[in-house]
């Protein structure tokens, strides 16, 4: 039977929100910086929640979950997740991260291995030695112009100062799609929770104990990605024993650009 629930739960002293919809196998699901299940498209909204049940939710700092200014760690994203598989009566189950989520579904892999059946990482980074990803913290002390052609270079490198001039239409129309589409703007705390998981972002380190991750992994990037680029994806798929490495075509989106990353995620996941 399909399912969709939308609630709140309290975890950890914290009021979350989240969302799990679809049947079958179950996965949770990590989402990136600044992630907001108020924003479309989404997680729920991707062929996962056709073929599995997925459960996804707004994480400390981000969306409608709670803000406090206070360090969040690395440690505390991945705590949360557990507490909120505890609440879901979710013992184990496939674990994927995008971005920064697989920032946090390497430390939840790794804290908590008996409760990953198979994970998939997707443009992320191991920080350490593998070496970190972009530091989008900086980005916030650029002009706003140069900040969304900064981003836009980011998210595809193929969109440099050549490929922006060549094509002043398409430009435009990504731009305001990068602009737009914020449910969050203006809430109170927002800003104080995206910088605090912002600064979490910047001390996370993995690469020394990927090792010991022991569920099957699927490493994902996209080929033109200049936030978590295909040598970070490297260094991670080499650190976890019998990773699995693929490419697809596009940037930090790919999962938007290629639709061979979906069918390649799924046949990895059944």
């Not at 990504?174 to 737009?180: E, F, I, N, T």
């Amino acid at each position: 039977m399909h399912t969709r629930v939308m609630p709140f739960t309290q975890l950890r002293g914290l009021r979350f929100y989240y969302e799990r919809e679809g049947s079958g196998t179950r996965l949770l699901y990590f989402n990136g910086s600044g992630g907001d299940l108020r924003k479309k498209p989404g997680p729920m909204i991707s062929p996962l929640a056709g073929e599995f049940e997925v459960l996804c939710h707004d994480q400390r700092g981000l969306g409608q979950t709670d803000r406090p200014d206070l360090a969040y760690t690395m440690a505390d994203y991945a705590e949360d997740a557990a507490a909120l598989l505890d609440d879901q009566g979710w013992e184990r189950c496939h674990v994927m991260g995008v971005s920064f989520g697989g920032m946090v579904a390497q430390e939840f892999a790794l804290r908590f291995p008996e409760r990953v059946v198979r994970l998939v990482l997707i443009c992320t980074s191991s920080g350490g030695a593998g070496k970190p990803s972009y530091p989008l913290h900086t980005l916030g002390d650029l002009p706003a112009e140069e900040r969304g052609t900064r981003a836009l270079e980011l998210a595809d490198m193929r969109m440099d100062a050549a490929w922006r001039a060549a094509n002043p239409d398409k430009l435009e129309t990504v731009l305001a799609v990068m602009a737009g589409n914020d449910p969050g703007a203006g809430e109170p705390g927002r800003e104080i929770g995206a910088r605090r998981q912002l600064e979490a972002r910047r001390d996370h380190d993995t690469y020394e104990r990927l090792p010991a991750i022991s569920a099957p992994t699927f490493c994902c990037g996209g080929r033109y990605d200049g936030i978590a680029p295909p040598a970070n994806m490297e260094a991670i798929a080499a650190q976890i024993p019998n990773a699995r490495l693929e490419f697809f075509e596009g940037g930090h989106l790919f999962l938007m650009q290629d639709p061979k990353a979906f069918q390649r995620i799924g046949e990895f996941l059944a």
